[in-house]
Structures are given as structure tokens and as C-alpha cells.
């Protein structure tokens, strides 16, 4: 059974920083592209925004331009860990935040948001 936990939202104000972790069990964590997804409630018609995706090994990342020089993806594999630094937050970045394992192409910035392994998200909240 897969699992995937996501984790470090939290409230901040304009202009601070968060660290989100994504950890995944079940499945071969390495064999598989990751991507970072938000949804802003009361929006879910628009459905989850592809923010960032990652290739298998780390090697290539691609980034939405809303976030393009804010926010950063890693990954450890031997943790079977995601991760995503958000700095210099804003207003609009408030939403939930979800990662999704094979959700994503980082070549192109393709984005799968209703396929893949999902987790229940961890919300982020910037207040102004």
C-alpha cells in the first residue's frame, strides 16, 4: 500500500520561509519523477496548480514561474523524502500543498494532477 505523507506547513507572514517535507513508503521511491501541487480552497474547480517537478536522481528540476526564484525542490532518496523551500512567501501562495509521486514530467513541465500517489496535504498560510 503507498503512502505519502506530506508535512511543515504553517502559518507565516509576507516575506518568510517554510520547508516542506513529502514522505513516501510503498513503492520505489527513486524509480519515480516528484512534483509539488497546491490548491487554493474554494478553488477546486480549477483543480491543483503544478508548482515544481523533479526527475528520478535529483539531476533535472522545472519550476512554474510563480515560483521560479522562490521556492526550491530537492529530494533524498535513501529517505524516500520530497522537499520544497519556499522563501520570500507571499499572500498568494496561501493554499494547500500536496506532492505527487509520478504526477509530473520535468522535461517541459508536464503536469499529471489527477493521476499518480497523492497524500492528504499540509496547509500554508501567509498573512500580510
Known amino acids: 500500500q503507498v503512502q505519502v505523507v506530506e508535512s511543515g506547513g504553517g502559518s507565516v507572514q509576507a516575506g518568510g520561509s517554510l520547508r516542506l517535507s513529502c514522505t513516501v513508503s510503498?513503492?520505489?521511491?527513486?524509480?519515480?519523477?516528484m512534483g509539488w501541487f497546491r490548491q487554493v480552497p474554494g478553488k477546486e474547480r480549477e483543480g491543483r496548480e503544478g508548482?515544481?517537478?523533479?526527475?528520478?536522481?535529483?539531476?533535472?528540476?522545472y519550476y512554474t514561474d510563480s515560483v521560479k526564484g522562490r521556492f526550491t525542490i530537492s529530494r533524498d532518496n535513501a529517505k524516500r523524502t520530497l522537499y520544497l523551500q519556499m522563501n520570500n512567501l507571499k499572500p498568494e501562495d496561501t493554499a494547500m500543498y500536496y506532492c505527487?509521486?509520478?504526477?509530473?514530467?520535468?522535461?517541459?513541465?508536464?503536469?499529471?494532477?489527477?493521476?499518480?500517489?497523492w497524500g492528504r496535504g499540509t496547509q500554508v498560510t501567509v498573512s500580510s
Open positions: 508548482l515544481s517537478c523533479i526527475n528520478e536522481n535529483g539531476a533535472k528540476s
Open positions: 510503498g513503492l520505489t521511491f527513486a524509480d519515480y519523477h
Open positions: 505527487g509521486v509520478g504526477a509530473c514530467n520535468p522535461w517541459g513541465g508536464t503536469w499529471f494532477a489527477d493521476s499518480g500517489h
